[in-house]
């Protein structure tokens, strides 16, 4: 099974819209945790927001907040206010423990592109 | 602080070459990792460290070695290159320390390979 599920390969928004990244996840590891990352078309990886599964609220980061519904296994982006710079890529991505340290784990990504 | 740093670039090989791809860090990060990226796949880990001389297999081993000999330096190495192994490499870093976001990963730039 995959470990992150990103269903949404391309999506379009209008600017000054919130817009949602869908991700879903799964793992036995109890103490897992959730990223997102952005990749602007200049290729490097940005990190954007993270989800520990212990943490009882959802994560917020200015206009990025992670909506985390641990019983369906789901932890998607919601970007509010977009603006152009928000059209790139998100990754979402998982971190389980091994027995030799951390395991990291992307999905394949969603194509964002904001509308003027 | 450089952060995370690749060298080189871009590299062209020819089957069966070998090269070194460079990773550095000055952040004192204990976890550092490898990644390929390939279209449509998102990326997938190759080798990861979580310290000097302690090395484990990720996702996409083969093919590739790896060592730590220095907590600042994680080098990658293809013993001889195929052209499924044409693809963007990303070398990143994190501390292991817990809780919360300090697992965030740190990635370099990245080096883009093509091999013929």
């Known amino acids: 099974a995959q470990k992150i599920t990103q269903t949404q390969p391309g999506m379009f928004v209008q600017g000054k819209e919130a817009v949602t990244l869908d991700c879903t996840y799964d793992?036995?590891?109890?103490?897992?945790?959730l990223f997102w990352y952005k990749q602007p078309s200049s290729g490097e990886m940005i990190f954007l927001i993270y989800?520990?599964?212990?943490?009882?609220q959802n994560a917020t980061e200015g206009r990025y907040s992670l909506n985390f519904q641990k019983a369906r296994k789901s932890a998607n982006l919601v970007i509010s206010a977009s603006q152009l710079g928000d059209s790139a890529m998100y990754f979402c991505?998982?971190?389980?423990?091994?027995?030799?340290?951390?395991?990291?784990?992307f999905g394949t990504g969603t194509s964002l592109t904001v509308i003027p | 602080n450089a952060g995370v740093t690749q060298t080189p670039k871009f590299q062209v090989l020819k089957t069966g070459q070998s090269m070194t791809l460079q990773c550095a860090q000055d952040?004192?990060?204990?976890?550092m990792s490898w990644y390929r990226q390939d279209p449509g796949m998102g990326l997938r880990l190759i080798h990861y460290?979580?310290?000097?001389?302690?090395?484990d297999q990720g996702e996409v081993p083969n093919g590739y070695n790896v060592s730590r000999s220095t907590t600042e330096d994680f080098p990658l190495r293809l013993l001889s290159a195929a052209p499924s192994q044409t693809s963007v490499y990303f070398c990143a870093s994190s501390s292991v320390e817990e809780p919360g976001p300090t697992y965030e990963q740190y990635f370099g730039p990245g080096t883009r390979l093509t091999v013929t």
């Open positions: 952040m004192n990060h204990e976890y």
């Open positions: 989800q520990g599964s212990y943490d009882q």
């Open positions: 793992t036995s590891d109890p103490s897992y945790g």
């Open positions: 460290s979580v310290g000097a001389g302690i090395t």
């Open positions: 991505a998982m971190r389980e423990k091994t027995n030799t340290g951390n395991q990291f784990y």
